[in-house]
C-alpha cells in the first residue's frame, strides 16, 4: 500500500514508518520538523519507498498532491506535549484542529482511510480508573492552558465521528505515555526522557509535586501494533481505542526504576507544579486505560513490561543516537 503518516519524523510517527516499510509498505511523510527531527528518519532518506516532504500539515496545495496518491493516512502530526502546548497555546490549537480539518476534508474528498491519533489526555483530569472509551471528559476551566490540548484532540475526534456517519471509515487510537527510543527530553513523553537524562548526568531527578500521581507508561512498539491494527481491522472502523499498558506506575517509582537501572548516584528532587508550569497549572493525578475494548476488537494488548522497555529506552540514550 502506499501509506501517508503525517509527523512521520516525530517520536511515534517514526517508529510507525519503520514497521510499515518493514512491512513492504510505500511510505509518505509531511513533517515540518517543529518537534520531528531528521535524524528520526535520516536512515530511509535514500530509501525508493520512503518519500519526506518537510513542510506543514497546513498547507493545502501540498496535502492534495500526496492524499490523491496514497490508500490510508495516519495522522499524527500535532504539537503535543503539555510543555509545548502551556508554552504555544494559540499554535497547538491551530495545528491541531485545523490540521485535522484539513486531512479529513481531503480524505473524505479522494476517500481515504484515517486513522486519528489522539491522546489520553482527552479524559482530562478525570480520576476514574480504569478510563474507557465510552467515559465522559473531565476538563478544567478554559483559563487554564493546559486543557487547551484535550479539547483541541476532542475537536478532532468530533471530526472523525462526523466524517464517519458520512461512511468515510477512520479509527481513532488515543495513545498513553508512549516511550522509548528517539524520545525528545523537551518534548512528548517528557517525563522519562527528563529522568533518564538527568541520571545519565548525575543530576537530581525532578519529580513534580509528591510523585504519587500515575501514569501507565506504554512502550513504543506496542503502541505502534495497537496503530496498525486501528488501520488494518475493518472491525475498528468508527471507533476510539485507548492503545495503552494497563500497569499504573507513580512517577515517584518510575523515578526510583530509572536511577536504578542507569546505576546513578542522582538524587530525588520534589519540585511544586508552580515552578514546574506556572501558577494556573492542573494535574491529572491518575490516568489508567481499561484496555478491555482494544483486546476484544484489535486482539491488542502491550506486551513489553516497564523495566525492559526502560533499558531499551536507557541503552538508546547511552549509545544508540
Ligand atoms: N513529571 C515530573 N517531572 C518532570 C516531568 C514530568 O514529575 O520533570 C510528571 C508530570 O507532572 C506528570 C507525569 O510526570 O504527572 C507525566 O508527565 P508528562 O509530561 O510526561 O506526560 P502527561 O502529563 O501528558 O501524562
Known amino acids: 500500500m502506499k501509506i501517508l503518516i503525517t509527523g512521520g519524523a516525530g517520536y511515534i510517527g517514526s517508529h510507525l514508518v519503520d514497521a510499515l516499510i518493514a512491512q513492504g509498505h510505500e511510505l509518505y511523510v509531511v513533517d515540518n520538523l517543529a518537534t520531528g527531527k531528521i535524524d528520526n528518519i535520516q536512515h530511509l532518506l535514500e530509501n525508493e519507498h520512503f518519500h519526506f516532504v518537510n513542510d506543514s500539515i497546513l498547507n493545502e496545495t501540498l496535502m492534495e498532491r500526496i492524499i490523491e496518491q496514497v490508500d490510508l493516512i495516519y495522522h499524527l502530526a500535532a504539537v503535543v506535549g503539555v510543555k509545548h502546548v502551556i508554552d504555544n497555546p494559540l499554535r497547538g490549537i491551530l495545528t491541531n ?8 476534508e481531503l480524505a473524505y474528498k479522494y476517500w481515504r482511510k484515517v486513522v486519528i491519533a489522539s491522546s489520553s489526555e482527552v479524559y482530562g483530569k478525570s480520576e476514574k480508573a480504569p478510563l474507557a472509551e465510552e467515559d465522559d471528559s473531565i476538563l478544567g476551566p478554559t483559563a487554564v492552558g493546559r486543557w487547551s490540548y484535550a479539547l483541541a484532540k476532542a475537536i478532532d475526534e468530533h471530526l472523525a465521528f462526523i466524517y464517519h456517519d458520512k ?8 495513545y498513553f505515555n508512549s516511550y522509548g527510543p528517539r524520545l525528545d527530553p523537551r518534548g512528548y513523553g517528557s517525563v ?9 548526568a548525575g543530576k537530581p531527578l525532578t519529580v513534580f509535586s509528591d510523585g504519587q500521581q500515575t501514569r501507565c507508561f506504554t512502550y513504543v512498539d506496542d503502541t505502534v501494533k495497537g496503530s496498525i491494527l486501528a488501520a488494518n481491522l475493518k472491525g475498528a472502523e468508527g471507533q476510539s481505542f485507548n492503545i495503552g499498558n494497563s500497569r499504573e506506575t507513580t512517577i515517584l517509582e518510575l523515578a526510583q526504576l530509572v536511577k536504578k537501572l542507569v546505576g546513578s ?6 519540585v511544586p507544579y508552580e515552578r514546574a508550569y506556572g501558577a494556573d497549572f492542573e494535574e491529572t493525578r491518575r490516568r489508567v486505560p481499561d484496555v478491555r475494548k482494544a483486546e476484544r476488537v484489535l486482539g491488542f494488548r502491550a506486551e513489553v513490561p ?4 526502560l533499558r531499551k529506552t536507557i ?3 547511552q549509545c544508540g543516537r
Open 315 to 317: 541503552d538508546w540514550f
Open 265 to 270: 548516584p542522582s538524587g530525588i528532587v520534589h
Open 192 to 200: 522519562v526522557a527528563k529522568f533518564i537524562n538527568q541520571a545519565l
Open 97 to 104: 484542529v485545523r490540521g485535522t480539518e484539513i486531512v479529513l
Open 167 to 174: 461512511g468515510l471509515p477512520i479509527s481513532i487510537v488515543r
Open 306 to 309: 516497564l523495566e525492559e522497555g
